[in-house]
């Protein structure tokens, strides 16, 4: 006997969280920048990200980072390499 597939609430995802609000990204920010930053720090020691507000690239930053300071802007919009490939991808 098959189990039907029922959201359980609807408008969460399966963790439990409620989906977060399309970020406004830096025009500089595309997905084949992101992509060669995310290849280059499996190959190297690199933890690359980028500030999704001015655009700059962000050193030392954990791959799934959300809202780090930017150094040189000052906003909270940096963002890991591979945690902003989810977005500029999906």
């Known amino acids: 006997m ?3 597939q029922v ?3 609807p408008g969460m995802t399966p963790l439990g969280l409620k989906p977060a609000k ?9 997905a084949e920048r992101v992509t060669a930053a995310v290849e280059e ?3 190297g020691l690199d933890n690359p990200g980028f500030c999704i ?3 700059e690239d962000a050193e030392g930053v954990e791959p799934d ?6 150094e040189c802007c000052g906003k909270r ?3 890991g390499a591979e945690e902003l490939l989810f977005y500029v991808t999906a």
Do not use: F, L, Q
């Open 2 to 4: 098959k189990t039907p």
């Open 7 to 9: 959201d359980a609430m």
């Open 22 to 30: 399309k970020a406004v990204m830096h025009p500089s920010i595309t």
């Open 41 to 43: 720090s499996m190959c």
């Open 53 to 55: 507000a001015c655009g």
């Open 65 to 70: 980072a959300r809202k780090y300071e930017c």
């Open 77 to 79: 919009a940096v963002y």
